[in-house]
């Protein structure tokens, strides 16, 4: 199950990209391992927003496209679907897959594009959730692999197979989860209680070009080089979080959480197939969110919102960037963004700094200011 198949790519050329997925599934025992003919396979892919393959936001479809291709070829019937940031429609989702290059996929080895915008609840008894909204695609489907994307993250640190299951709850559903659960260990305890939810039965990170910096939708293109699959998420996380230079791997909260359950969160625990994994030279990280817990709860209101400006990121609007669209005001939590004169204003003082508002801007005008005395403390 800890076990991680490791593949060398530095690009998308169709011809090499199906030799290197199909070694890297034959590592792991060929994907008819894990699929039957007439099986509906949902391909859980990362589509975040509506942006085109070379911004490397979303899946490559490339990828999407070779595994697509096989699991037709084992005799099962590709569905292709995410649910965005930002509100859960049908126009939406088809302007995501047409730019994102996932419409052509379907067009070209026809595989399903998932339109259904129903939900379904589902009960589970986790750490932090007891049960789960879910796309109600996610349910239907008679198994899922998850194909990530490999960023750095503004809240998480990094985003790999775990993280990418939040696109399981649909649209601004999301951002109830981020208020019930501001804080950041509670937040990573239900991304683990969710991916034990979903369960894929396969995972894979598209880590040939990724992203570095303010992922993830505003950070720096990166050639990562790299293809990665496991049956587990966490241990494949942790094999992404190498590649990234997260050492040790438990430094990522999502993984800390993990590891708080017995589950992989560290390479000793993991065992590696193919290629060996070497870490990318100074990637940009952002540093974790932490003092919350410190700030809110122990010490008076004044001395604490000083040491908030002076210790904790904050996002940052620059109005000569915002076009006034309004996705971040529609898509915060606790409702703290305002538009104003055409302009987004955030009031930080409900501010629970889960950085959607970043997330989720297509312009890139907003951008996560961390004090340096807080990005000391977090080194």
């Given at each position: 199950m800890n076990r991680v198949s490791v593949i060398t790519c530095k690009d998308y050329d169709e011809v090499l990209l199906r030799k290197k997925i199909n070694k890297l599934f034959d590592l792991l025992g060929g994907l008819d391992s894990y699929i039957k003919p007439g099986q509906r396979v949902l391909l859980k892919v990362n589509l975040l927003m509506e942006k085109p393959p070379e911004a490397m936001v979303t899946t490559h479809p490339a990828v999407v496209k070779v595994i697509a291709e096989m699991v037709r070829e084992a005799g099962a019937h590709p569905i292709i679907g995410d649910s965005p940031g930002g509100p859960f429609t049908r126009v939406l989702l088809e302007r995501a897959y047409r730019k994102s290059g996932l419409a052509r996929v379907a067009e070209e080895t026809g595989a399903e594009l998932n339109f259904n915008l129903e939900?379904?609840?589902?009960?589970?008894?986790?750490?932090?959730?007891?049960?789960?909204?879910?796309?109600?695609?996610?349910?239907?489907?008679?198994?899922?692999?998850?194909?990530?994307?490999?960023?750095?993250?503004?809240?998480?640190?990094?985003?790999?197979?775990?993280?990418?299951l939040f696109g399981s709850i649909p649209g601004l559903l999301k951002a109830e989860y981020h208020l019930r659960m501001p804080d950041l260990t509670d937040f990573s305890n239900m991304l683990v209680d969710l991916s034990l939810c979903v369960n894929p039965v396969l995972n894979v990170i598209d880590g040939v070009w990724g992203m570095e910096g303010e992922g993830p939708s505003a950070g720096i293109r990166r050639n990562f080089g790299y293809l990665l699959a496991s049956p587990s998420p966490h241990a494949l996380d942790v094999a992404a979080a190498h590649i990234l230079g997260i050492m040790p791997e438990h430094r990522a909260p999502?993984?800390?959480?993990?590891?708080?359950?017995?589950?992989?969160?560290?390479?000793?625990?993991?065992?590696?197939?193919?290629?060996?994994?070497?870490?990318?030279?100074?990637?940009?990280?952002?540093?974790?969110?932490?003092?919350?817990?410190?700030?809110?709860?122990?010490?008076?209101?004044?001395?604490?919102?000083?040491?908030?400006?002076?210790?904790?990121?904050?996002?940052?609007?620059?109005?000569?960037?915002?076009?006034?669209?309004?996705?971040?005001?529609?898509?915060?939590?606790?409702?703290?963004?305002?538009?104003?004169?055409?302009?987004?204003?955030?009031?930080?003082?409900?501010?629970i700094r889960c950085f959607c508002c970043q997330e989720l801007c297509q312009y890139q005008a907003v951008k996560i200011k961390r004090p340096l005395l807080g990005r000391v403390l977090t080194r």
């Amino acid at each position: 199950m800890n076990r991680v198949s490791v593949i060398t790519c530095k690009d998308y050329d169709e011809v090499l990209l199906r030799k290197k997925i199909n070694k890297l599934f034959d590592l792991l025992g060929g994907l008819d391992s894990y699929i039957k003919p007439g099986q509906r396979v949902l391909l859980k892919v990362n589509l975040l927003m509506e942006k085109p393959p070379e911004a490397m936001v979303t899946t490559h479809p490339a990828v999407v496209k070779v595994i697509a291709e096989m699991v037709r070829e084992a005799g099962a019937h590709p569905i292709i679907g995410d649910s965005p940031g930002g509100p859960f429609t049908r126009v939406l989702l088809e302007r995501a897959y047409r730019k994102s290059g996932l419409a052509r996929v379907a067009e070209e080895t026809g595989a399903e594009l998932n339109f259904n915008l129903e939900q379904v609840t589902v009960p589970f008894d986790g750490v932090i959730n007891k049960s789960f909204v879910l796309g109600k695609y996610i349910k239907e489907a008679d198994l899922i692999i998850n194909i990530a994307k490999l960023k750095t993250h503004g809240l998480t640190m990094m985003t790999g197979a775990v993280k990418n299951l939040f696109g399981s709850i649909p649209g601004l559903l999301k951002a109830e989860y981020h208020l019930r659960m501001p804080d950041l260990t509670d937040f990573s305890n239900m991304l683990v209680d969710l991916s034990l939810c979903v369960n894929p039965v396969l995972n894979v990170i598209d880590g040939v070009w990724g992203m570095e910096g303010e992922g993830p939708s505003a950070g720096i293109r990166r050639n990562f080089g790299y293809l990665l699959a496991s049956p587990s998420p966490h241990a494949l996380d942790v094999a992404a979080a190498h590649i990234l230079g997260i050492m040790p791997e438990h430094r990522a909260p999502i993984i800390n959480a993990a590891r708080e359950r017995g589950l992989p969160s560290s390479l000793e625990e993991i065992t590696l197939l193919g290629e060996p994994l070497i870490p990318a030279e100074k990637t940009k990280i952002p540093p974790p969110v932490r003092f919350s817990n410190l700030l809110d709860r122990r010490l008076p209101g004044p001395i604490a919102r000083t040491l908030s400006y002076l210790l904790r990121p904050r996002p940052v609007f620059i109005s000569e960037l915002c076009v006034g669209c309004g996705d971040c005001y529609r898509s915060c939590p606790p409702q703290v963004v305002n538009m104003r004169n055409k302009k987004a204003e955030v009031s930080l003082d409900g501010c629970i700094r889960c950085f959607c508002c970043q997330e989720l801007c297509q312009y890139q005008a907003v951008k996560i200011k961390r004090p340096l005395l807080g990005r000391v403390l977090t080194r």
